[in-house]
T-cell receptor, first 112, second 114 residues
Framework: GENVEQHPSTLSVQEGDSAVIKCTYS??????FPWYKQELGKRPQLIID?????GEKKDQRIAVTLNKTAKHFSLHITETQPEDSAVYFC???????????FGSGTQLTVLP | ETGVTQSPTHLIKTRGQQVTLRCSSQ?????VSWYQQALGQGPQFIFQ???????GRGNFPPRFSGLQFPNYSSELNVNALELDDSALYLC?????????????FGQGTRLTVV
């Protein structure tokens, strides 16, 4: 099955700085890589995703890059704001049900 | 809002009891997946239902069971509750199972087992 590793587990940045979270996966057949943001007590919300036919995708201050050869993908947040503080999860699909295997999460804190 | 709704939002049960959680999928979505999220961890896949049949299962014991109805809504049943079953239970609906599409989560049901 799929194994997804996520680093770092905690990340503190100053407001306005950039934040990068990295994930590696094991199943070379994986072709879809979503990122979720989860605020305290709330559901994980899909914030950006990338499919294996592209190397980078941007949406305003958020971008995701994918390196299929190395089997890793990263979330980049630029010009961080306090409301970006949350737990971020990466995921990759596996199995016959194409269920998502999640990373262990990164607690991002943006300091004002 | 994702269009995926879950009920109830919170639930407290006693060890050994049984619980049923409900999920209504987003309009047009025929696949429902259930996940368990323990405190401080990422969601873990329990099982998926497609066309009223189980379409895949994670590493959960048989006391976790489910149903999907003709309108694509779904239930998660847990028998003989244990303290470790305390978690946020999330359901996600998607368009088709075999081709991965975006999975949007409902707001979740917070289950506490005492």
């Amino acid at each position: 099955g799929e194994n997804v590793e996520q680093h770092p587990s905690t990340l503190s940045v100053q407001e306005g700085d950039s934040a990068v979270i990295k994930c590696t996966y094991s199943d070379s057949a994986s072709n879809y890589f979503p990122w979720y943001k989860q605020e305290l007590g709330k559901r994980p919300q899909l914030i950006i995703d990338i499919r294996s036919n592209v190397g980078e995708k941007k949406d305003q201050r958020i971008a995701v890059t994918l390196n299929k050869t190395a089997k890793h993908f990263s979330l980049h947040i630029t010009e961080t704001q306090p409301e970006d503080s949350a737990v971020y999860f990466c995921a990759a699909p596996s199995g016959s049900a194409r269920q998502l295997t999640f990373g262990s999460g990164t607690q991002l804190t943006v300091l004002p | 809002e994702t269009g995926v709704t879950q009920s109830p939002t919170h639930l407290i049960k006693t060890r050994g009891q049984q619980v049923t959680l409900r999920c209504s999928s987003q309009s047009g979505h025929n696949t429902v997946s259930w996940y368990q999220q323990a405190l401080g961890q990422g969601p873990q896949f329990i099982f998926q239902y497609y066309r009223e049949e189980e379409n895949g299962r994670g590493n959960f014991p048989p006391r976790f069971s489910g149903l999907q109805f003709p309108n694509y809504s779904s239930e998660l049943n847990v028998n003989a509750l244990e303290l470790d079953d305390s978690a946020l239970y999330l359901c996600a609906s998607s368009l088709v199972p075999a081709r991965v599409t975006e999975a949007f989560f409902g707001q979740g049901t917070r289950l506490t087992v005492v």
